[in-house]
């Protein structure tokens, strides 16, 4: 079983920065591709970034393309997500989760992802 634990949220005033972690148990975590999403109050949930288990492939929301990176180190079992320039729309909880391919090349953000965090809150205000 693949436990996430995602940290790093908080409060930021707009065109700040943040950059969250999703910390895995696993000892095969780098056998999953990690995908970001969130939900803001009253909308459906959508996907911001995903990254191949390689580490090769990644993908990312119009929305935040150029504003946001998303990174992993295996031998620490943790993906990153870097977000710069961030605006009030982003204000968010904030999950990370993972699947297998078969390709360690490939993610996607509208595929089912099996193993799901917690979330955390990103809220962009003044």
């Known amino acids: 079983q693949l436990q996430l634990v995602e940290s790093g949220g908080g409060l930021v005033q707009p065109g700040g920065s943040l950059r969250l972690s999703c910390a895995a148990s696993?000892?095969?975590?780098?056998?999953?591709?990690i995908g970001w999403f969130r939900q803001a109050p009253g909308k459906e949930r959508e996907g911001v970034s995903c990254?191949?288990?390689?580490?090769?492939?990644?993908n990312y929301a119009d929305s935040v393309k150029g504003r946001f990176t998303i990174s992993r180190d295996n031998a620490k079992n943790t993906v990153y997500l870097q977000m710069n320039s961030l605006k009030p729309e982003d204000t968010a909880v904030y999950y990370c989760?993972?699947?297998?391919?078969?390709?360690?090349?490939?993610?996607?953000?509208?595929?089912?992802?099996?193993?799901w965090g917690q979330g955390t809150q990103v809220t962009v205000s003044s």
């Open positions: 696993s000892v095969t975590f780098d056998y999953y591709a």
């Open positions: 990254i191949s288990s390689s580490g090769g492939s990644t």
């Open positions: 989760a993972a699947r297998p391919y078969t390709s360690r090349n490939m993610c996607g953000l509208t595929h089912v992802y099996n193993y």
